[in-house]
């Protein structure tokens, strides 16, 4: 917008009169702007992770208010060093937290990038918001009424063993025998994950150039050649991000193990999340709790680092 | 016009199997609804119906809990069956606190995202970083000390701690957002207001907010969703008083769960209804700050 001669430019009512604190807060604007986020992450957020690194130090049992004291790298060794079948130490549910991981991102991408090209020809048409508008329901919904809705439906006497029945299989117990547990849940998050996974890699589909495949067609290459050679190469970095964000997400998955098996049976469910629950709120034991909590933090860091540096890339580089 | 790509069209015309396709389509969808739709049945069943074995389809329906999910008595034994009582204290909670979220958070948040979006300054990208590094903090790793602090100071069991909590966990994913949003205004703009004299300030509160309103609704919804959805902070730090409507729903989803499913269903109904309602409403601007929310933070 260019200036109209002669239109002597109108002094804002925040700075006549020198009122200096006004001077100041448009001088430096970004600071001032960005001060009460970054003083509540400092205040609510640093301090009390700075808290629980110094509490990860100690021992320190919440029902016996004198056993507070200093233990050093203790804590640490107990989750890292314990035999494996102890209570404390930390590889049975970080076992369990992998399988979980791994089963559900795979199944999640597989299923997330068959429907996104199954829905795909539906773009040009007003039929996809239809269509998507029930494929991203799970997205919208609660954690704990997901579980709710599973929950009914895992039952011994639920729809599932109904369908199972109707097809000639016996009923199961799934969220209450060791060997279905594990599997019952990952099904569960794959209904609940999947579609971002197809939001995603839509998204990264509807932006491809269409001409590349035009030219691939009159070169006489085949649906599956296109596929591997265009779509897959030109959607690497959507699907790193994608693969990335659910890796990160479902790694930290409390809510819907937790109101499902609480871990059960046994331990055969037993997330990190879920072992951290219950050294702190159910043992009562803040220093180990403490701890653990701190390994679950450089365990995420170290995967977001790998997201962060891809996302660097991709939009100061890219 | 939007582009499209043929690779799956031009396999499905090719094989000539249009029928497989639409049923294909037609499973997709089923598969994403059913457990939502089944919940709902259930929550219009009666106790027999809702634990007959092969489940029905036809039956007649009840409205009782939902009467007893909004009733002011307490007493559950008025509802004639068992029932879990009201349901209404925890939902006015879910209601304030997920409000409440929502104004703080869009209130810290974008001024942040517009300095963040709009300016150049020493650390800037190392700062932006550092706040989407936030959002992959673990939850849970982090409300182990807020809930030890708060016992401390008394603050366990209020909404106050809940939604400072859920502020700054969701301020980290609202400012990405936001920046989002500001990045696809052209720059000029701020600087049009700056020359015809507009301070910093009046320049962001009157050129640029309204200009970015479909965005702040968009996010908005976001944040309110985040705080109405949230199960784990609100079961570690609320005990009664500040309890939370997924809280509630939990305390009997395990053991006696088969007694009370029309209940829990009807509460369960109750809690996702909002969310479906946006979804209906502002289904385009939602998948574009999922996709945003993600790509760029």
Known sequence: VRQKAGVVPTIPPTLRGGAWISRVADRQFPTVALAPAMLLFILLLCYPLGYSLVVSFYHWRLTSPGSFRFAGLENYAALLTSAPSSVVSVW?????????????????????????????????????????????????????????????????????????????QPSHAWLAEPS???????????????????????????????????????????????FWHITVPLLTPVIVITLLFRVIFNFRDFTKIYALTAGGPGRSTELLSVNLYQEMFRNFDAGLGSALSWVIVVMTVLMAAVFVRVLWRQTFEG | ??????????????????????ILVVAVIVYFTFPAFWMLLMSFKTRLAATAFPPVWIFHPTVLHYQGIFSTSTNPTEIGEPSLGTMLPYLINSVIIAVCTTVLTLALGTPAAYAFSGFRFRGDRLLAFAVLGIRFLPPISYVVPVYLLAANIGLLDTRLIVILVYTVINLPFIIWM?????????????????????????AFLRVLMPLVAPGLAATAIFAFMLAWNDFMIAFILTENHARTMPVALTRYISAEAGTYWGDLSAGGVVTMLPMLLFVLLAQRSLVRGLVLGAVKG
Not at chain 1, 194 to 217: K, R, W
Not at chain 2, 180 to 201: M, T, V
């Open chain 2, 1 to 22: 016009m939007p582009i499209r790509t043929t690779v799956g069209r031009v396999s499905w015309k090719r094989s000539g199997t249009e029928a497989f396709y639409w």
């Open chain 1, 92 to 168: 049975i549910p970080l076992e369990n937290t992998l399988t979980y991981t791994v089963a559900t991102v795979t199944l999640e991408f597989v299923l997330g990038f068959a429907v996104a090209l199954l829905l795909q020809r539906q773009t040009s048409r007003s039929g996809l918001g239809f269509l998507r508008t029930f494929v991203i329901v799970p997205l919208m919904i609660s954690d704990v009424v997901i579980a709710l809705m599973w929950r009914m439906l895992w039952d011994t006497y639920g729809f599932i063993n109904y369908v199972m029945n109707v097809l000639g």
């Open chain 2, 178 to 202: 936001l920046i989002g949003f500001f990045k696809d205004l052209p720059g000029e703009i701020r600087e049009a207001a700056r020359i015809d004299g507009c301070s910093e300030w009046s």
């Open chain 1, 180 to 226: 279905t547990a594990m599997a019952a849940l990952v099904l569960t998050d794959v209904w609940q994950n999947t579609p971002f996974v197809f939001l995603m890699l839509t998204a990264g589909l509807q932006a491809l150039p269409t001409d590349l495949y035009e030219v691939a067609n009159i070169d006489g290459a085949s649906p599956a050649q296109s």
